[in-house]
Structures are given as structure tokens and as C-alpha cells.
């Protein structure tokens, strides 16, 4: 069963523009970690926050957690076309529980 | 190699046909996971492995579902007599050791039942 929910489900935006992506999860966690996945391809890694974390950065991404709401949101900043993915948020119970992704597209 | 391989890419089994998919871990990663993906969805958990040891099976579906890391290194995911609904694309992860970390994921073999 899948543990966590992104919204939305499917996002179309400009390149330039930023790009934000919401995941709710039922349980408590270890950590969280957001996924990106290219069509037909494997997950990579983007980053992980932990339970006691409340916001991390890496480069362009920005992850807010709240562990009251048990909710977290991933900010792409200045898209480009690359960018286009899907982008899953999972709950690290020892095994990783996903959520059904948001599909991203970056118009050129 | 510096990434998870996985073989085959892709797999094409007449129902009830036995498949086995191949998982070659980063050198070094203690545990080894795999994951089940239908079309759409987020990856959803099979088995886990910390060397050798498979120490969680809970989301393996069904007992024709089988996987093995004999030596703590190669892992194998059998599906014997295979079903329409076992097509999915099967992803297998490694990371470094214990619980809690990065998992790195192989690009996963699309299986599909005829």
C-alpha cells in the first residue's frame, strides 16, 4: 500500500517558473526523501530530511517537512526543461513507501 | 560499474512461465532492496536483504514470488508461473548498510505477461 500522497497529481509550467509539489503521509517517520524519475528509467535520489529537520536545500530544491500535519513539499526553483519528471515522495521506514508521484513538465 | 545493474531491461513471459531478474548491487552496499512498479504508480515494496539475509519478505504478493542474495552480493527475483498481473516494472535499490540512508536504484527490468 502506498503511504504517502503528491499533489497534484500532474503539474505543466514554464521553464523559468517554480514548480511545488506537496506530499502527505499517514504515519510517523524516520526521514523523508523525494525521488525524481525519468520516463522509463530508474529513481535518483534528491534529497532526504529528517523527522527533526523542518527545511533542507540542495542547489535549485527546497523541502519543507511538518511533522504535525505530516506533510512535506518540494520546491523546484527556476525550472528548466530537464526538469521534466515524475517526482515521488517516500517515507523511510527501513523500506521506502512511495507516493503515486506528481508528473512534472517544463515547457521550453 | 558505479551504479545498480539490473538484466534483463526488458522481459517478455507467456503466462505461466517462470522468470528470474537480476539485480547487481554497488559494490560494498550491504542492503539490497526491490520494488514492484505498475504503470502510474509509486514503486512498492517486495523483499529486503541485509547481505545475505533476507530479513523482510512482507511484500512479496503471492508464493510464486521468490528472491535470494546467496553471497550477500547478486540478488535473483524469481516469479514462477507467471500472471497478466505480475507485468510490472521490477526495481531493485542498494544502500550502504543499516536503515535510513539514500537508496540507489538500477533502471529495473519491465516485465510483461502475455
Known amino acids: 500500500s502506498q503511504q504517502g500522497e503528491e499533489d497534484p497529481q500532474a503539474l505543466s509550467i514554464q521553464e523559468g517558473e517554480n514548480a511545488t509539489m506537496n506530499c502527505s503521509y499517514k504515519?510517523?517517520?524516520?526521514?523523508l526523501q523525494w525521488y525524481r524519475q525519468n520516463s522509463g528509467r530508474g529513481l535518483v535520489h534528491l534529497i532526504l530530511?529528517?523527522?527533526?529537520?523542518r527545511e533542507k536545500h540542495s542547489g535549485r530544491l527546497r523541502v519543507t517537512l511538518d511533522t504535525s500535519k505530516k506533510s512535506s513539499s518540494l520546491l523546484i526553483t527556476a525550472s528548466r526543461a530537464a526538469d521534466t519528471a515524475s517526482y515521488f515522495c517516500?517515507?523511510?521506514?527501513?523500506?521506502?513507501?512511495f507516493g503515486s508521484g506528481t508528473q512534472l513538465t517544463v515547457l521550453p | 560499474g558505479a551504479g545498480v545493474s539490473q538484466s534483463p531491461r526488458y522481459k517478455v513471459a507467456k503466462r505461466g512461465q517462470d522468470v528470474a531478474l537480476r539485480c547487481d548491487p554497488i559494490?560494498?552496499?550491504?542492503?539490497l532492496f526491490w520494488y514492484q512498479q505498475a504503470l502510474g504508480q509509486g514503486p512498492e515494496f517486495l523483499t529486503y536483504?541485509?547481505?545475505?539475509?533476507?530479513?523482510?519478505k512482507s511484500g512479496l504478493p503471492s508464493d510464486r514470488f521468490f528472491a535470494e542474495r546467496p553471497e550477500g552480493s547478486v540478488s535473483t527475483l524469481k516469479i514462477q508461473r507467471t500472471q497478466q498481473e505480475d507485468s510490472a516494472v521490477y526495481l531493485c535499490?542498494?544502500?550502504?548498510?543499516?536503515?535510513?540512508?539514500?537508496?540507489?536504484f538500477g533502471p529495473g527490468t519491465r516485465l510483461t505477461v502475455l
Open positions: 535499490a542498494s544502500s550502504w548498510a543499516g536503515d535510513y540512508n539514500e537508496q540507489f
Open positions: 504515519t510517523s517517520i524516520n526521514n
Open positions: 530530511i529528517r523527522s527533526n529537520e
Open positions: 517516500a517515507t523511510d521506514e527501513g523500506q521506502l513507501t
Open positions: 559494490s560494498g552496499h550491504v542492503s
Open positions: 536483504f541485509q547481505n545475505e539475509a533476507q530479513l523482510d
